[in-house]
């Protein structure tokens, strides 16, 4: 029974190897037979124990080396995502031991040229190639030459300070070392290629050949950019140059330098008396290209003998100051400069626009040595919300941000011949880093800090101290709010000199004829009055 069964089998198994063969050779026909298709293949199946190129186990990462260095790319790249945080809420409050006397913006530049950098680098980390090679090696080349510029001159040095020189030192360190992480992938890809496959690979499929093409525009991208912060940084050196007049002096803990300068002699009186200085409170741009002309017209023709002005934070020649700064702190950082320089009153505090709001507050600081208060359009403090709208704030914020990039400074400076003097307090200060942070500034606490103390400086001010108020024809015809808040402005103290409307004066009176004429004629008998 055994062998019945066991003979059975045999036959069995020898009929199915009797056709096995013959099953293949039929599909092997039937194969040679059939019109070539899209799934036809090319070549025969390699026998010689390699894998084919397009198999997903030929991969650089098969090497450790390879992995690690992604690894490390991915801790800078928190790293330097965690630093861009701290630099993005720096410009809105600043940290302890952070302040850059800067204006911060050129920081944040530098380490979000970082964070790109390694994201790019870790978006194409296993498709290495000689453009995105060459690309970070020219980004390395300008972020070393920005490190050097920053280190070698010593007003930029200051202005970044440490936070500004370690941005920029990292940015150059990330950006030599996606040059590396991208010579070792490219060394791995051809090591498991000669390995797996038996050749290095010299062709790229289209996903590799898109891959390539947009990370070298986007590079490309980022050499422009790179370009632009050198050419501004080259700019901001040449600018350094350009010395103030008068001195700069640290306040606030020796945290940053306000600019003030005076102009005259102390003189006195035939009493004996000191004649009061003209302690003067530019408006919304530096006085050097504002108010300086007619204030110095004055001096020249002997309506005054002697005037002080300063540069607010941020403004001219001025650091930028920690933030969040009101006009409070302003006011106390202008008495810690003035008593540094050994300046004392009796002021003659002449302010325009905006600062008209400064003036006030510090004329309450110093009540006992305050002469008048001459207020030229000035800003009352019921308006203070058109400086504090979140739109402007977020319009302020944005320029900012590009500002680094400076192509309106460059553009200025190449094709209309713009000098130092108009990029430091000139026609194009305002596309300045600083002037803008300071504006900023303002803005974030023009509705709260700001206007809680110059309403306080409206209670403390004494009612004896003169007062003259000049306002702009055009502004007062136009704007119905604005008028009142001047005729309010007259009734500050009890001692009104005069309210004087120039008809066809703009905003910055001192424009037209009729509005120097007037101011002169104020200023001089304010400063003459007892």
Request: with cysteine; net charge neutral.
């Given at each position: 029974?055994?062998?019945?069964?066991?003979?059975?089998?045999?036959?069995?198994?020898?009929?199915?190897?009797?056709?096995?063969?013959?099953?293949?050779?039929?599909?092997?026909?039937?194969?040679?037979?059939?019109?070539?298709?899209?799934?036809?293949?090319l070549?025969?199946?390699?026998?010689?124990g390699y894998?084919?190129?397009?198999?997903?186990?030929?991969s650089?990462?098969?090497?450790?080396?390879?992995?690690?260095?992604?690894?490390?790319?991915?801790?800078?790249?928190?790293?330097?995502?965690?630093?861009?945080?701290?630099?993005?809420?720096?410009?809105?409050?600043?940290?302890?031991?952070?302040?850059?006397?800067?204006?911060?913006?050129?920081?944040?530049?530098?380490?979000?040229?970082?964070?790109?950098?390694?994201?790019?680098?870790?978006?194409?980390?296993s498709?290495?190639?000689?453009a995105?090679?060459?690309?970070?090696?020219?980004?390395?080349?300008?972020?070393?030459?920005?490190m050097?510029?920053?280190?070698?001159?010593?007003?930029?040095?200051?202005?970044?300070?440490?936070?500004?020189?370690?941005?920029?030192?990292?940015?150059?360190?990330?950006?030599?070392?996606?040059?590396?992480?991208?010579?070792?992938?490219?060394?791995?890809?051809?090591?498991?290629?000669?390995?797996?496959?038996?050749?290095?690979?010299?062709?790229?499929?289209?996903?590799?050949?898109?891959?390539?093409?947009?990370a070298?525009?986007?590079?490309?991208?980022?050499?422009?950019?790179t370009?632009?912060?050198?050419a501004?940084?080259?700019?901001?050196?040449?600018?350094?140059?350009?010395k103030?007049?008068?001195?700069?002096?640290y306040?606030?803990?020796?945290?940053?330098?306000?600019?003030?300068?005076?102009?005259?002699?102390?003189?006195?009186n035939?009493?004996?008396?000191?004649?009061?200085?003209?302690?003067?409170?530019?408006?919304?741009?530096?006085?050097?290209?504002?108010?300086?002309d007619?204030?110095?017209?004055?001096?020249n023709?002997?309506?005054?003998?002697?005037?002080?002005y300063?540069?607010?934070?941020?403004?001219?020649?001025?650091?930028?100051?920690?933030?969040?700064?009101?006009?409070?702190?302003?006011?106390?950082?202008?008495?810690?400069?003035?008593?540094?320089?050994?300046?004392?009153?009796?002021?003659?505090?002449?302010?325009a626009?905006?600062?008209?709001i400064?003036?006030?507050i510090?004329?309450?600081?110093?009540?006992?040595?305050?002469?008048?208060?001459?207020?030229?359009?000035?800003?009352?403090?019921?308006?203070?919300h058109?400086i504090?709208?979140?739109?402007?704030?977020?319009?302020?914020?944005?320029?900012?941000?590009?500002?680094?990039?400076?192509y309106?400074?460059?553009?200025?400076?190449?094709?209309?011949?713009?000098?130092?003097e108009?990029?430091?307090?000139g026609?194009?200060?305002?596309?300045?880093?600083?002037?803008?942070?300071?504006?900023?500034?303002?803005?974030?606490?023009?509705?709260?800090?700001?206007?809680?103390e110059?309403?306080?400086?409206?209670?403390?001010?004494?009612p004896n101290?003169?007062?003259?108020?000049?306002?702009?024809?055009?502004?007062?015809?136009?704007?119905?709010?604005?008028?009142?808040?001047?005729?309010?402005?007259?009734k500050?103290?009890?001692?009104?000199?005069s309210?004087?409307?120039?008809?066809?004066?703009?905003?910055?009176?001192?424009?037209?004829?009729?509005?120097?004429?007037?101011?002169?004629?104020?200023?001089?008998?304010?400063?003459?009055?007892?």
């Open positions: 029974m055994v062998s019945l069964w066991g003979s059975k089998n045999g036959d069995n198994q020898h009929d199915e190897a009797d056709s096995a063969p013959n099953e293949e050779n039929s599909q092997r026909q039937l194969r040679q037979n059939r019109e070539a298709d899209e799934r036809t293949r070549l025969p199946p390699r026998n010689d894998l084919d190129p397009d198999d997903p186990a030929v650089p990462y098969n090497l450790f080396s390879v992995r690690a260095v992604r690894y490390v790319c991915i801790l800078f790249l928190i790293i330097s995502f965690l630093w861009w945080v701290l630099l993005l809420v720096a410009i809105f409050v600043s940290p302890p031991m952070m302040h850059s006397r800067g204006s911060g913006f050129f920081d944040f530049s530098f380490t979000t040229l970082t964070v790109g950098n390694l994201l790019i680098g870790l978006l194409f980390f498709t290495p190639s000689r995105m090679e060459i690309s970070s090696l020219v980004i390395a080349a300008l972020l070393l030459l920005d050097i510029i920053i280190l070698a001159v010593q007003r930029l040095r200051s202005e970044e300070g440490w936070v500004g020189m370690a941005s920029v030192i990292w940015a150059t360190v990330m950006a030599l070392y996606n040059v590396m992480s991208d010579r070792v992938v490219a060394w791995g890809k051809q090591e498991e290629e000669e390995r797996l496959t038996g050749r290095k690979e010299t062709r790229r499929t289209l996903r590799e050949w898109c891959a390539v093409l947009t070298t525009v986007i590079m490309v991208i980022m050499i422009v950019i370009i632009f912060l050198t501004t940084l080259i700019l901001r050196s040449r600018d350094a140059t350009l103030p007049p008068g001195e700069r002096y306040v606030d803990g020796d945290k940053y330098k306000l600019h003030l300068a005076c102009v005259g002699n102390v003189t006195f035939a009493h004996g008396r000191k004649t009061p200085t003209v302690l003067v409170e530019a408006g919304e741009y530096p006085f050097e290209d504002t108010m300086d007619w204030v110095y017209n004055s001096y023709n002997g309506t005054i003998d002697r005037y002080c300063y540069d607010r934070p941020g403004f001219a020649w001025s650091d930028n100051a920690p933030s969040p700064h009101s006009a409070g702190m302003t006011s106390d950082a202008l008495s810690e400069a003035l008593a540094r320089a050994g300046e004392e009153g009796p002021w003659v505090l002449v302010s626009g905006v600062g008209s400064y003036s006030r510090f004329s309450s600081r110093h009540v006992r040595d305050i002469h008048g208060l001459f207020l030229i359009d000035g800003l009352h403090e019921d308006l203070l058109r504090a709208s979140p739109s402007r704030g977020f319009i302020l914020w944005g320029r900012g941000i590009i500002s680094p990039l400076g309106d400074r460059l553009f200025g400076a190449i094709f209309k011949g713009r000098t130092r108009d990029r430091v307090y026609k194009s200060a305002y596309q300045a880093g600083k002037f803008i942070k300071a504006k900023l500034q303002e803005n974030l606490v023009a509705s709260s800090l700001t206007k809680n110059v309403s306080q400086a409206r209670n403390i001010q004494t101290t003169p007062l003259v108020v000049v306002s702009s024809g055009i502004e007062v015809r136009k704007d119905n709010e604005w008028e009142q808040k001047q005729e309010d402005l007259t500050l103290t009890g001692n009104l000199i309210w004087d409307v120039v008809n066809r004066a703009p905003h910055q009176v001192w424009l037209t004829y009729e509005g120097r004429t007037i101011l002169e004629k104020r200023l001089g008998e304010l400063v003459q009055s007892k």
